[in-house]
């Protein structure tokens, strides 16, 4: 299995794992050819099986050719496609930074100047990429990269459509929905605009902390929504002319939005000019990761024996949503005196006062634990406890649970998530070992605490 971390990919050498979700992992390792490392994004083994596996293999190999096409230094270069035991894996370049996504969980606040500078590098490298007929489609803070150095670099084409590919057709429904266009959650077929579109909402987010929640995309036109952010006390600080830029490249009209990401690029550019940007900008961006690096950067090897790296980040984006930048003090102090992942959770848990929050953490906490093949092959060196034997009969589990219920929960996910629900329900379906557990499973894809503590609490 890919979960266990092979010495060698083809002639590169794997060397650890950097990252890791429900798709696939990804490694960092070395080619002995030019003496450089690498990184290698491998799709997990059992989605690589029947009809589903050739369709995502189409779109894994998909990924590769559209990034190939993309050559610019604001987007993660694509070095080869290859295979390893029937598994498709591609080699990417390897770069020191950490996702945007990461500083805005903490609660950092970037000032206008930060926050102009990234999106214009983003902007760039969708210059390119539009220029060479691939439109990314999953603009997020997630696939933008702030490296050490101070650059912005892209990733993740995954969701990409070629300009001569068959395989986006209307109808179906790619991307992440907080920061998806209107077209792109009615399914419809779109184009550059989309990423215009997405581009836009992150530079919102950047400025005034404030994302849309699967709710209001829904149940509030998005111009409402962004007068409601506009009015907020970090909102009134984004002055009338940035405000109008950011409302043109978030219109819900595709025809008022901006023609093209050079156009917006221009706009801010102009802007920036006129305002006199600092010209430190990339260095205070640089000095903002290299000081706030997540865990994984940071922690003792030893931590491995309880969990892997991938959780820890997990643990910590989870914990700064209630006790704030300090969470990654905490999560490191707290490998003090524990041994087992439960006392670790329960360790970083009392640092919430609030009874209703620090159980909605542990919730989340023991779902991300769940997921980690190092606290499961830690489990399997003892005997099972029942509690975990429970955990090899999930596809009993989901035979017991009948159609009424199982279409109850689909209708408040949806309720959440949008039109992923149904989607999101058949793969916990297939892990889950109990109600309770399926559940739990299920709250793991709503955005924030609160939603998922109200979703748990309508189950």
Known sequence: MMSDMPEKLGKYQIKSVIGQGAMGVVY????????????????????????HGRDLGERFRREAQAAARCIHPNIVAIFELGR???????VMEYVQGEELKYFLASGHRFSQDEALFITMEVLKALVVAHAQ????????????????????????????RLDQSDLTLAGNMVGTPNYMCP?????EVVDQRADIYSTGMVLLEMLTGARITPKELYSVPIHQFIDKVFETERGQLVGDRLQSIIRQALSESIAERFSSAQVFLDSLQALAGDNGAAPDTSARIAQTVVNQKPL??????ATGQLVSMDTLHELEHSLTSYVGPIA???????????????ELVQSLATHISDVGEREAFLVRARTVLSQDSTVLNRSAARPLETSELNRTTATD?????????????????????????????????????????????????IPTEAERVEFLSKT
């Open 397 to 445: 589990f989901s035979s017991t649970l009948d159609q009424a219920a199982t279409e109850r929960l689909a209708r408040l996910l949806a309720f959440y998530v949008g039109p992923l629900a149904q989607h999101l329900l058949k793969r916990c379906l297939a892990k889950s070992h109990s109600y309770e557990d399926l559940c739990q499973r299920l709250a793991s894809n």
């Open 84 to 90: 390893y035991r029937e598994q498709d894996y591609i």
């Open 28 to 51: 960092q390792a070395f080619d002995p050819d030019i003496e450089r490392n690498v990184a290698i994004k491998v799709l997990h083994a059992h989605h690589c099986t029947g009809e």
């Open 133 to 160: 007929g691939v439109v990314h489609r999953d603009i997020k803070p997630a696939n933008i990269i702030l490296l050490d150095s101070g650059g912005v670099k892209v990733t993740d084409f995954g969701v990409a």
């Open 296 to 301: 994984r950067e940071s922690v003792s090897p």
């Open 328 to 342: 990654g003090i905490l999560v490191q102090k707290s490998f003090s005196g524990v041994s087992s992942p439960d």
């Open 183 to 187: 077209e792109g959650l009615r399914g």
